[in-house]
């Protein structure tokens, strides 16, 4: 069973529990596959010291759990205040899985330590990670392109840079209607009306959100940004992402 097929991250306390149950029933080494996920839905709970003890009491190991073991420490120290004692987890993470032809954890890895690096080198790093995403022969590789576009927009925005983010975020569009996750779907969506609010293109920004409003009031959900947005595009105050 691949991890993924465990994971909801907007219910980090439920996976927490799939992922203790999952371990119990396996065998190493998917046994420690699912404890490094287990330390992780500890981190994403704020559960940091419970997350690394969980790794602490894995033994030593190369292959995919020596990769998942470094990636899973590197989040826990990032997520816990330490972003820069992660970088080296990271680092290790991405040549262990390059090396070892792990293509989907080779290109999670690039893309924490782009979340990691210093602001002014983040493009160049998304733009590598990309590359490997894109090369890959592994479908869960190639898919990563989604989240690598919106963070690569994202810096583009940070820098004021509208026009380059907003092509960014069209391609990750596209690339999450290829996915087919409609959620986040909904929220590339959403970062593309954003960018063309702020190149001043409050029309198609206007329609954009309005559209999403009608989707989440037809499903019964809420979403308080497009909301925002919606009030910012008809007489409210800014809003970002």
Do not use: C
């Not at 490094?36 to 690394?52: K, N, S, V």
């Amino acid at each position: 069973m691949h991890p993924l097929d465990l994971w909801d991250f907007d219910d980090a306390a439920g996976s927490e529990q799939r992922f203790r149950a999952a371990a119990d029933a396996a065998a190493d080494p998917e046994r420690a596959v699912m404890l490094t996920q287990l330390a992780r839905a500890l981190g994403l709970q704020e559960r940091y010291d419970e997350g690394f003890a969980v790794l602490d009491d894995l033994p030593p190991a190369g292959g995919e759990v020596g990769v998942r073991i470094d990636l899973e420490r590197g989040r826990l120290l990032r997520s816990s205040g330490a972003p820069e004692s992660a970088v080296d987890h990271f680092r290790s993470a991405a040549a262990a899985a390059s090396e070892q032809g792990l293509e989907e954890l080779h290109v999670d890895a690039l893309h924490m330590l782009v979340l990691v690096a210093d602001p002014a080198d983040q493009a160049a790093l998304s733009e590598q990670a990309l590359a490997v995403a894109r090369a890959s022969s592994d479908q869960r590789a190639r898919d990563w392109d989604a989240s690598l576009l919106t963070n690569l927009g994202m810096t583009y925005a940070d820098r004021g840079d509208f026009a380059e983010a907003l092509g960014v975020f069209e391609e990750a569009l596209a690339a999450r209607e290829r996915i087919g996750d409609d959620a986040r779907t909904r929220v590339a969506r959403w970062m593309v009306a954003w960018a063309l609010r702020n190149l001043g293109r409050t029309d198609e920004a206007l329609a954009m959100q309005t559209a999403l409003k009608a989707e989440l009031d037809a499903i019964g959900e809420v979403d308080p940004y497009v909301d925002e947005e919606l009030a910012t595009l008809t007489g409210g105050g800014s809003t970002g992402p």
